[in-house]
């Protein structure tokens, strides 16, 4: 009998077995195929430094990410140990690529708050094991373009994705990545020179036929290590990158159609109802924060932390953070307090907020049922009010 199958965001996957181990055993046979395309590129008989820290995390694509992260992560210079036993390196190149996707959820799950393992390896399948890709799907669905490598948050992930790949120096990977972040024009200088021409005196040709992925000489992979030395870090971290490598490492996403089993729709669906309304309820919090920025400091401990309290939502016709604004003033306007029954306070809890905000998601969802019928679900109303950044006005 046919199994039926429905699209949706996701990978492609039967109703028999976990989907999470059937994600993760293709994702690590990918990630297998990424570490023999890497030593494929690398000098003969050096396949061996893949096994010294070569992860495929990083901003590259996977199989630069493993052959720059081996380079930096080696301390002797490559092909003067032969090679090593194919059986051994076989299953050497299967654990580390187990190894490397658990460092993939990690820093997924690490950056994204209220994003499950099992949501971080569908959207790693669905990206296939592109961490950069998997990173623009989990923002395009939460609506933000926030992501920066060099931001704490990032650092922490990245410290959280070594220590789940069993890094012997987790720090060493952290430094690692963010310098090939700071000199990744001259990586990509040197891992896609053009075809017979000189790596640093000619710019990238974007035609993927033009650009040379054949195997690394000898030469290229000890300027690579050099230039990732923290002191050439240093002298190159001014540099800019220009459009077209911005391009090169901007790739395009797969946008074929991917699909999933029908048992596993339910759960699916309430597992990503659950991370949209997380990051809608986040959001709607900082326009709290900045709301109470604005407002002056006398008044708010006088009077509107009353009329906050009670009536400040950010739904409206105008903005949130306006809409917040409004409705604080308009209460305390209308419904004044008695000078009997006014007291000073000096601070706003964080739970008030929070109370706060779940009532504004809630009336918000609550005027798009009755705007566009109750057949709308939570998990279309959040993904609208998301791509609308929380206005009414835009999402209805």
Request: net charge positive; with cysteine; charged share 20%.
């Amino acid at each position: 009998m046919a199994t039926t199958r429905v699209v949706i965001g996701g990978c492609r996957s039967s109703d028999d077995g976990p989907l999470s181990i059937r994600d993760r055993s293709r994702l690590t046979e990918r990630i297998v195929g990424f570490y023999r395309t890497a030593a494929g590129r690398l000098p003969s008989g050096s396949d061996d430094v893949l096994l010294h820290g070569g992860f495929c995390i990083g901003i590259l694509d996977p199989v630069s990410n493993i052959i720059a992260n081996a380079i930096i992560s080696s301390r002797g210079s490559m092909g003067t140990n032969g090679a090593t036993e194919e059986a051994t390196a076989e299953s050497s190149l299967e654990g580390l690529a187990a190894r490397s996707l658990d460092g993939l959820v990690a820093f997924l799950v690490a950056y994204f708050r209220y994003l499950a393992p099992e949501e971080a390896l569908r959207y790693l399948r669905a990206a296939r094991a592109d961490l950069c890709a998997a990173v623009r799907r989990v923002e395009s669905d939460r609506c933000t373009l926030a992501f920066r490598l060099d931001s704490g948050t990032a650092r922490t992930a990245l410290r959280c994705a070594a220590l789940a790949a069993r890094h012997p120096d987790p720090d060493h990977m952290v430094t690692t990545t963010l310098t090939i972040f700071y000199c990744r024009h001259h990586v990509c200088e040197v891992l896609f020179p053009p075809p017979g021409c000189c790596p640093s005196a000619v710019p990238i040709i974007m035609n993927k036929k033009k650009i040379n992925k054949g195997r690394l000489s000898a030469a290229a992979v000890e300027h690579l290590r050099h230039i990732l030395t923290p002191e050439s870090q240093l002298l190159m971290a001014s540099t800019r990158l220009p459009p077209d490598i911005h391009h090169l490492l901007a790739r395009p996403l797969p946008e074929r159609p991917r699909f999933i089993g029908i048992r596993s729709l339910s759960s699916r669906l309430a597992s990503l109802t659950y991370s949209l309304s997380r990051s809608l309820l986040n959001r709607i919090h900082c326009f709290y924060l900045e709301a109470l920025t604005l407002l002056p400091p006398e008044m708010l401990g006088s009077h509107y932390h009353r009329s906050l309290v009670i009536a400040g939502h950010c739904y409206g016709p105008l903005d949130p953070v306006s809409n917040i604004i409004l409705n604080t003033v308009w209460l305390e306007a209308t419904f004044p307090v008695p000078m009997e029954r006014q007291f000073e306070l000096h601070m706003i809890s964080s739970s008030a907020l929070l109370r706060l905000a779940h009532r504004s998601v809630e009336g918000m969802v609550a005027f798009l049922r009755a705007f566009a019928g109750s057949d709308l679900s939570d998990l279309d109303a959040y993904r609208f009010l998301l791509y609308a950044d929380a206005k009414l006005p835009t999402s209805a």
